[in-house]
């Protein structure tokens, strides 16, 4: 699987955009990007995914650059139970039954008020 | 919305004793899966199932093992609890296939003691 790199911390205000960058200058055609989030002492929950359009839902918006090596995770407007640990992952997806996550170091995200 | 649930939040063991942890997930999903989560390691995979009674190991299986005897129970066991397994334990699932079949489904997990 691609490798990503996150930074390791970033702050946002309360109310403000929170724009969370995801290099994967490694990923093959195939594979999608996917981002989790780990609020403190809970499991990590999934909050979006795509290949090549962007994508969105009731949580974030996923930009992924046109060549397909970088993305970014948008929460439209942070509050402060956002405050969390962000996972960018890139997977095959197929029809492997072995299909665990490895999950990186991420990004903490500590949103402000 | 997808549940999963843990059977303990916190658990304190000694060494050397036999250990359960009970996973059970109420969406139908197939998968089934135990990682555990260590400071700078990141989610580690333990073992993983995708139907009753089948299993298959992940990168780190050895002092583990589990059982799946119904699809929505996923349990994994400690045979003779050692310090070294003293870790957050994390139970997910997923679908087998479909769109969202890489969408893996946390429960809260376990942080388990062992002294």
């Known amino acids: 699987d691609a490798k990503t790199t996150q930074p390791p911390s970033m702050d946002c205000a309360e109310g403000r955009a929170a724009n969370l960058p995801c290099n994967h200058s490694t990923i093959s055609g195939n594979e999608y990007v996917y981002w989790y989030r780990q609020i403190h002492s809970q499991g990590p929950q999934y909050i979006i995914h795509?290949?090549?359009n962007n994508e969105t839902n009731e949580m974030a918006s996923l930009i992924i650059t046109e060549d397909r090596k970088s993305s970014t995770l948008i929460l439209p407007h942070a509050t402060l139970r956002d405050t969390a640990v962000y996972y960018c992952i890139v997977r095959f997806l197929d029809n492997n039954a072995g299909n665990m996550l490895t999950f990186g170091g991420g990004t903490r995200l500590m949103v402000k008020p | 919305d997808v549940k999963v649930t843990q059977s303990s939040r916190y658990l304190v063991k000694r060494t050397g004793e036999k250990v359960f942890l009970e996973c059970v997930q109420d969406?139908?999903?197939?998968?089934m899966f135990w990682y555990r989560q260590d400071p700078g390691l990141g989610l580690r995979l333990i073992y993983f199932?995708?139907?009753?009674?089948?299993?298959e190991k992940g990168d780190i299986p050895e002092g583990y093992s589990v059982s799946r005897e119904k699809k929505e129970r996923f349990s994994l066991i400690l045979e003779s609890a050692s310090t070294n397994q003293t870790s957050m334990y994390l139970c997910?699932?997923?679908?087998?296939?479909?769109?969202?079949?890489?969408?893996?489904?946390f429960g809260p997990g376990t942080r388990l003691l062992v002294l």
């Open positions: 969406m139908d999903h197939e998968n």
């Open positions: 795509g290949l090549k």
């Open positions: 997910a699932s997923s679908l087998l296939q479909g769109p969202h079949q890489e969408t893996q489904y």
């Open positions: 199932s995708y139907d009753v009674k089948m299993k």
